[in-house]
């Protein structure tokens, strides 16, 4: 049977995700091609982690936000981590080491919809209360102290204190890997 590589053909188109090789066989059928050379193969995975941590450090870098929402993300974050942890693990003395370690840690801080919403929501709760009560008053400083929901500031303290325990270990995580 006569091989001839067509191309790489992608779930995902553009994320650079679940790529493979195939042939066309000689009935015309397209079939997936195995056993690649590992040379060709670790230069696919190099490739592919690089596109994906390229990809979330431009989203990282334009994050102005302590929190963000983890659907801006541009792959999931656990392929993230896989591919940072894949690049230190096989460039450990990297120039960009200390920069991938902290990308590594700051995905944490990419929340799902619900908690970025509790949590942006009761920030911006607590800096107009800060206002309000500023004036000194005693009348407003009650006033302050209403626009507080008490469930979601515990909820929003609980998603704090998780997101802190995460960066924490992952920090441990990465500062493992030499």
């Given at each position: 049977?006569?091989v001839q590589t067509k191309g790489i053909y992608?779930?995902?188109?553009?994320?650079?995700?679940?790529?493979?090789?195939?042939?066309?066989?000689?009935?015309?059928?397209?079939?997936?091609?195995?056993?690649?050379?590992?040379?060709?193969?670790?230069?696919?995975?190099?490739?592919?982690?690089?596109?994906?941590?390229?990809?979330?450090?431009?989203?990282?870098?334009?994050?102005?936000?302590?929190?963000?929402?983890?659907?801006?993300?541009?792959?999931?974050?656990?392929?993230?981590?896989?591919?940072?942890?894949?690049e230190l693990r096989e460039n450990p003395a990297?120039?960009?080491?200390?920069?991938?370690?902290?990308?590594?840690?700051?995905?944490?801080?990419?929340?799902?919809?619900?908690?970025?919403?509790?949590?942006?929501?009761?920030?911006?709760?607590?800096?107009?209360?800060?206002?309000?009560?500023?004036?000194?008053?005693?009348?407003?400083?009650?006033?302050?102290?209403?626009?507080?929901?008490?469930?979601?500031?515990?909820?929003?303290?609980e998603i704090q204190e998780s997101i802190s325990?995460?960066?924490?270990?992952?920090?441990?995580?990465?500062?493992?890997?030499?």
């Amino acid at each position: 049977m006569e091989v001839q590589t067509k191309g790489i053909y992608s779930k995902r188109p553009g994320t650079g995700m679940d790529q493979i090789l195939y042939y066309r066989s000689q009935d015309g059928t397209e079939v997936p091609m195995t056993g690649f050379p590992s040379e060709t193969k670790d230069a696919q995975d190099a490739e592919r982690r690089s596109t994906i941590i390229a990809d979330y450090l431009r989203v990282l870098e334009n994050c102005p936000l302590s929190v963000s929402r983890e659907s801006s993300l541009p792959y999931p974050k656990k392929i993230i981590r896989h591919a940072i942890i894949e690049e230190l693990r096989e460039n450990p003395a990297s120039e960009l080491r200390n920069y991938l370690e902290v990308a590594y840690v700051q995905l944490e801080t990419f929340l799902p919809w619900d908690e970025y919403r509790l949590l942006r929501g009761f920030q911006f709760a607590c800096a107009i209360t800060q206002e309000v009560a500023r004036s000194g008053k005693p009348r407003d400083i009650i006033a302050s102290a209403r626009l507080l929901d008490r469930n979601e500031g515990i909820r929003a303290v609980e998603i704090q204190e998780s997101i802190s325990e995460q960066m924490k270990k992952r920090q441990e995580e990465i500062s493992s890997i030499r």
